[in-house]
């Protein structure tokens, strides 16, 4: 069984441009949600997404955005990016409708701003 | 609100001694708490979780841990260190009973174990 795929892994970006994230999760998992690592700030919230519906979303500014396709298939995407947007972004799949599902990740994909 | 502690940033153990993380949470409400563990270059891994029932929990590759609720702590444990077992590892909770649960779990800052031969 295929584990929860991203891509890309690895990709260096300069300021004020966006970029989009992808993460196709775990066959028959519906529901995933998105973390960002830094060294600094640790594992952060950044939103969930459920048949296609944001559910939840952590604390961060409008430039952090995502959404989810019928497939269950999710993308995230930042825009205007800064330099503190360097991150390793984690996503994360969940069999279950439950809040305290047992997440699976992906190893996520590390995002260099220049 | 939730928030997780974990004592020591840094741990260094010998290969066959006793490896002990410690993890302090706070919540307002009945917790699940879970431990990951990441590799260099991937992702978080599930040890272990607790839910509800028997508050020893075991995991896998030898690790459990014990839910003590009079001292809100969860600490992971393995009897015999192994080479492999140098990692990051992370404790996390989640609340029980709320729609803002969804999909977040709040994380420790991580322990980072160092095996030595």
């Known amino acids: 069984k295929a584990g929860v795929t991203q891509t890309p892994r690895y990709l260096i970006k300069t300021r004020g441009q966006q970029v989009t994230l992808s993460c196709s999760p775990i066959s028959g998992h519906r529901s995933v949600s998105w973390y960002q690592q830094t060294p600094g700030q640790g594992l952060q919230f950044l939103f969930e997404y459920f048949s296609e519906t944001q559910r939840n979303k952590g604390n961060f500014p409008g430039r952090f955005s995502g959404r989810q396709f019928s497939n269950s298939r999710s993308e995230m995407n930042v825009s205007t990016l800064e330099l503190g947007d360097s991150a390793l972004y984690l996503c994360a799949s969940s069999k279950t409708d439950a809040p305290t599902g047992e997440l699976f990740f992906g190893e996520g994909s590390r995002l260099t701003v220049l | 609100a939730q928030s997780v502690t974990q004592l020591g940033s840094h741990v260094s153990v010998s290969e066959g001694a006793l490896v002990l993380l410690r993890c302090n949470y706070s919540?307002?409400?009945?917790?699940?708490l879970f431990w990951y563990v990441q590799y260099p270059n991937q992702g978080l891994q599930l040890l272990l979780k607790?839910?509800?029932?028997?508050?020893l929990v075991k995991g896998i590759n030898g690790f459990e841990a014990e839910f003590k609720k009079s001292e809100t702590s969860f600490h992971l444990t393995k009897p015999s260190a192994h080479m492999s077992d140098a990692a990051e590892y992370f404790c996390?909770?989640?609340?029980?009973?709320?729609?803002?649960?969804?999909?977040?779990?709040?994380f420790g800052a991580g322990t980072q174990v160092v095996v030595t031969p």
């Open positions: 919540s307002s409400v009945p917790p699940y």
């Open positions: 996390a909770v989640t609340s029980t009973m709320t729609t803002d649960s969804w999909g977040k779990l709040q």
């Open positions: 607790y839910t509800t029932g028997a508050t």
